[in-house]
């Protein structure tokens, strides 16, 4: 699959692995990914940030990331529902953090492999860059570019896709800065 990537694409995919170094992190995770197209410049993915305004709020985005992690990877509508039913996930992170310290939550303790100078993917990263190549095939696109990644982050449950939407960034809003009004009906969300 990674001989399908464009330059940009593949720019991307090492820029997470150098965001995981980064972080400490034991693998490269959906956030990773996220980071490091952020980090793009001159492609397509980099053109919809920018009109969607994440460039210029990118501190906004890597703080609620960054609220994600402590809430243990719990997305702030999962958050909102335990809240729903009377349990404040805030009072129980910070219960949790003053037994066990800052950040006990994060969940990104190192895999028995970190070692080996070769960061594993995530499961959830991985699953991106499979959608990604569904999202491509859909459009009937032979390669797999930055934007395929972008979008593929936006269709996939969770914490990143929480993010991004709550920055305006969805599935729908992502296609129309890629590719205009017309292009948003032409590829279907890949399952």
């Known amino acids: 699959m990674f001989e399908r990537f464009t330059k940009g694409a593949r720019a991307t995919v090492t820029g997470a692995v150098t965001h995981a170094e980064r972080a400490d992190s034991g693998s490269v995770t959906e956030e990773h990914l996220l980071l490091a197209l952020l ?3 001159g492609g397509r993915a980099s053109y919809a940030v920018a009109a969607l305004g994440l460039t210029d709020r990118r501190a906004s985005v890597e703080t609620a ?6 809430r ?9 529902a335990l809240a729903d039913i009377g349990i404040d996930l805030t009072a129980i992170v910070s219960r ?3 037994a066990h310290g800052e950040g006990a939550l994060r969940g990104d303790r190192k895999d028995r492999r970190w070692w080996s ?3 594993p993917f995530a499961k959830e990263a991985k699953k991106i860059l ?17 934007e395929h990644l972008l979008l593929a982050l936006t269709a996939s449950p969770g914490v990143v896709a929480d993010v991004l939407a709550e920055h305006g960034a969805t599935y729908e809003t992502v296609s129309r800065a ?3 009004d017309g292009g ?4 279907r969300k890949a399952g």
Not at 65 to 70: G, I, M, S
Not at 134 to 145: H, K, N, V, Y
Not at 184 to 187: F, K, L, S, V
Request: glycine residues 16%; without cysteine; hydrophobic residues 30%.
């Open 184 to 187: 948003a009906g032409q590829d």
């Open 117 to 119: 100078g070769n960061r």
């Open 39 to 41: 980090d793009q410049e």
């Open 72 to 80: 243990g990877g719990m997305t702030r509508a999962d958050a909102d």
């Open 178 to 180: 890629l590719y205009g």
């Open 65 to 70: 990331l960054a609220d994600a992690r402590r």
């Open 130 to 146: 499979e959608k990604s190549l569904r999202i491509a095939l859909g459009r009937g696109d032979r390669f797999i570019g930055e």
């Open 96 to 98: 949790i953090e003053e």
